[in-house]
């Protein structure tokens, strides 16, 4: 499987693919897809005792200004399977800054023709408060125990912030540079 081949989506933002590396309610493992091979690495074992609130992963062909493909967390009633391709749609971006700069998390759904029991969900304020609460903790405490690592949440954004992190990953990656 070569997952570099694999595109940003069908109709960017409103329609983009993301690549899987963790599925909700793993261990506290930190896992990334080498973008050459398409292996699955362990990045490093997290030293807290936390769970992944929802499906972790990846819109590939994108570069945010970490350096990294743009982070999406894709909410699902099951966990999904790492190296698995979803397609979504966003409803908002979790905007954050840890040790290495911008980490924004673009929040998402798959699309209605794959999972149509989230159509209702158009912005993060459509989901449970706790579920919101529950996703900002795990990424305020998840780097606590990993010495020179901290985490600065700024809050919650709208789908249409989602869309411009992701059309300019999708920019920045043309150029070949991070923002």
């Not at 125990?145 to 600065?152: S, Y």
Request: one cysteine or more; charged letters at 25%; proline letters at 8%.
């Amino acid at each position: 499987m070569s997952l570099n081949k694999v595109s940003a989506g069908r109709d960017v933002p409103n329609d983009f693919n993301v690549i899987i590396e963790i599925p909700m309610n793993a261990d506290p493992i930190k896992y990334e897809v080498d973008k050459e091979s398409g292996a699955i690495f362990v990045d490093r074992f997290m030293g807290t005792a936390m769970h992944y609130p929802c499906n972790y992963g990846y819109v590939p062909n994108t570069l945010s200004a970490d350096g990294d493909p743009v982070d999406v967390l894709v909410i699902t009633p099951f966990p999904l399977i790492p190296g698995v391709v979803v397609r979504c749609r966003a409803i908002g971006v979790l905007k954050m800054t840890d040790e290495a700069g911008q980490d924004a998390k673009v929040l998402a759904v798959p699309v209605d023709k794959v999972l149509p029991i989230y159509k209702h969900w158009q912005k993060p304020e459509d989901l449970q408060d706790l579920r919101l609460q529950q996703i900002q903790h795990f990424f305020e405490h998840y780097k606590d125990l990993e010495p020179g690592k901290w985490v600065k949440v700024d809050g919650w954004a709208g789908p249409e912030e989602a869309k411009e992190e992701i059309l300019s990953g999708v920019a920045a990656y043309k150029n070949g540079e991070s923002k």
